[in-house]
């Protein structure tokens, strides 16, 4: 039973960084793609950034070069370092398990969600 717990979100001003992290249980996480969703108030949830087993990442373009997705298999643990954070940053950030360790696109566990909101 995938079983995932956000953390880290918060208020910051614009410039700013936050560190998210997603504690992991009930499955075997080292072998699981892991990903990073956010939705803002009235648009649909988007990928932010994914990293596969082997460790290889993906990001959307909006936030290549600020954002950096990370794990540590020992810890069971997703990060989402976000740096130089702009106000169309703030939404829900969830961390999602993908079973299927090359990054399938299907996700089959969620987190419950962290606010991230940036002021200008």
């Known amino acids: 039973d995938v079983q995932l717990r956000e953390s880290g979100g918060g208020l910051v001003q614009a410039g700013g960084s936050l560190r998210l992290a997603c504690s992991a249980s009930?499955?075997?996480?080292?072998?699981?793609?892991m990903s990073w969703f956010r939705q803002a108030p009235g648009k649909e949830r988007e990928l932010v950034s994914r990293i596969s087993a082997s460790g290889v990442d993906h990001y959307v373009d909006s936030v290549r070069g600020r954002f950096t997705i990370s794990r540590d298999n020992s810890k069971k643990t997703l990060y989402l370092q976000m740096n130089s954070l702009k106000p169309e940053d703030t939404a829900v950030y969830y961390c999602a398990a993908d079973w299927n360790g090359w990054c399938s696109g299907s996700q089959d566990g969620w987190g419950q969600g962290t606010q991230v909101t940036v002021s200008s």
């Open positions: 009930g499955f075997t996480y080292e072998t699981f793609c």
